[in-house]
């Protein structure tokens, strides 16, 4: 069955194409509106219903399974996005060194005029980094378009000494869940 990812994100694309789906992509244009007061989890769950809504209402998709997303870095209830510029990434990896911080992924699926919404948190604990750590990484690509500054699957590996829930969730889509979610609502055979 097709499926569309409403996301320009490549690591989602990646992900569900490793779980063997092979989803046709449409980046949702919209602007991303962020109600005050909201905890990281039910952010991320409005952030992804905004996106789906964009590309539901772009087309005729009512028939076919339409899957958005965001992801979101916290420590406690303060959401820490993704840096600006090198400072700004050196003071987030700063922060985050030494601590226990979360990822919350909000999913929303829209399929046969019903959406689903659902987060996922993981945690994610990272070593304690040196200053010329932060640098060296800091010197790469990866920081820079990327929720917390880093990248778990690619360089920033050495950081996280451990996770509490779903890896594909801090990459940026909890696989496992939206593939039950599919399985539920018929799209995919348990």
Do not use: W
Request: glycine share 8%; hydrophobic share 40%.
């Amino acid at each position: 069955m097709k499926i569309i990812l409403a996301s320009g994100s490549p690591r989602r694309l990646e992900l569900l194409s490793a779980a063997g789906l092979t989803p046709e992509v449409i980046k949702p244009n919209c602007k991303e509106v962020i109600q005050a007061g909201l905890e990281p989890s039910e952010i991320v769950k409005s952030l992804a219903e905004q996106k789906g809504k964009a590309v539901i209402n772009s087309g005729n998709y009512s028939n076919i399974p339409v899957i958005a997303a965001d992801t979101v870095v916290a420590i406690g209830n303060e959401v820490i996005g993704k840096p600006k510029n090198r400072a700004d990434a050196e003071r987030i990896l700063s922060e985050l060194s030494g601590k226990t911080h979360q990822v919350y992924t909000g999913v929303a699926i829209f399929y046969q005029e019903k959406k689903y919404i659902f987060s996922v948190k993981t945690d994610v604990e990272f070593k304690t980094l040196s200053k010329c750590e932060i640098d060296a990484y800091c010197n790469t690509d990866e920081p820079y378009d990327k929720a917390g500054a880093y990248a778990i699957q690619g360089k920033a590996s050495f950081m996280v000494k451990r996770i509490n829930g779903s890896y594909s969730n801090v990459v940026g889509l909890p696989v496992c869940e939206v593939i039950e979610q599919l399985q539920e609502l018929g799209v995919l055979e348990k």
